[in-house]
């Protein structure tokens, strides 16, 4: 699919698709797992799974039965530690105000970060200790 950041962001712009993209940062979930983490009907968080899925955020997964993010669309990926500038950088390339929307990232779940660094929530990082 080839989509482009205008769709990646309207996609993203609801705050309950994006609430739904920071849930699935850590990890798949099904349908009806992500309408009881977010207290949501089913039809809706299923009509937001289909806005992400046609905006090429998320994917059904193999089993057919959950979903995933779609990690190339969003850039950042898993595992990786980001400095502010980089994570700045991402941003500018969708907004013209880099840090509502990298607030936006860490308040909704889909980044966390600590001492200028990011990285994707619910993956582990490497660290100059080792995992974190």
């Known amino acids: 699919m080839s989509e482009t950041p205008d769709e990646i962001l309207r996609a993203l712009a609801d705050?309950?698709?994006?609430a739904i993209a920071g849930l699935l940062?850590?990890?798949?979930a099904s349908g009806p797992m992500l309408a009881a983490a977010l207290d949501l009907p089913i039809k809706r968080v299923r009509s937001h799974l289909n806005r992400l899925?046609?905006?090429g955020v998320v994917r059904l997964s193999q089993d057919h039965t959950s979903y995933?993010?779609?990690g190339g669309t969003l850039e950042?990926?898993?595992g990786r530690r980001y400095e502010e500038k980089e994570v700045n950088a991402t941003v500018a390339r969708y907004?013209?105000?880099?840090?509502?929307?990298r607030r936006v990232l860490v308040d909704e779940g889909f980044l966390d970060r600590d001492h200028g660094e990011y990285w994707r929530a619910g993956?582990?990082?490497?660290?100059?200790?080792?995992?974190?």
Do not use: K, Q
């Open 76 to 78: 950042f990926e898993p």
């Open 53 to 55: 899925a046609s905006a």
């Open 68 to 70: 995933r993010l779609d």
């Open 123 to 132: 993956s582990a990082v490497e660290s100059p200790e080792g995992v974190r």
């Open 15 to 18: 705050p309950d698709r994006l």
């Open 25 to 28: 940062a850590r990890g798949s």
């Open 95 to 101: 907004f013209t105000d880099h840090a509502a929307p």
